[in-house]
């Protein structure tokens, strides 16, 4: 549950996508007979990371993942991660969706970067009621609009979420994608990732 607490700090760089660059599949060759021998390790580079296109595509939410305390410039800050699957499919088999995400202080205090992209996603602010508590996994299955950046960083391009917009087109979760809890390699944990992968409707199509 989100409560009003905290402000969230000031914004910072733009939330960027998921993949991992540095991620290679290393697989060494496996000798057949090691006596006696130096055997060469031979290290295969992984597939190109591919960053999500720019520009302004319809999107739904297909996870929120609740990172806990999280040490930061600003001190400790209990962070949640949205990810959204938007309108486009991967190459080269163009099977998948790309997906991009955003990292944010779970706090629905009146600055907080949360709460206004909330407000901006449910085309209204939120009641006092809501601001006792708010279920952040409502958001799961809505649709909006997200403008997409690339942006380059040590040589490799990365998708930037730089706004976010009322849905014009209801876009459904695709179903390929696995909810980060729900993965067995994560035993229902947050997966371990680098935050510098993150980036920062009419009423009917509004679920929360």
Known sequence: MLERDYPDEPPELPDAAWFDPA???????????????????????????????????????VDVIDLGMVDSRFGRKHKIRLVWEIDALMPPENKERFTVRGLY?????????LRKL????????FTPE???????????????????????KEGTIYANVTALLKAVKKLAPS???????????????APSEPEEYDSVPEEEMIPF
């Open 23 to 61: 991620d290679e599949d290393i697989q060494p060759e496996t000798p057949t007979n090691l006596k006696g021998k130096n055997m060469p390790i031979i290290i295969k580079k992984g597939a190109d990371f591919i960053p999500a296109p720019e520009g302004l595509w319809p999107a739904v939410c």
């Open 105 to 113: 202080t779970a706090s629905l205090h009146e600055k907080a970067n």
């Open 175 to 189: 179903g390929a994608y696995v909810r980060a809890k729900d993965r067995p390699d994560t035993n229902g944990q």
């Open 118 to 125: 909330l407000k901006i996603w449910r085309t209204r602010d």
């Open 130 to 152: 809501e601001l006792e508590g708010f279920d952040i996994e409502k958001i799961i299955g809505a649709p909006c609009q997200l403008l997409i950046a690339q942006t380059e």
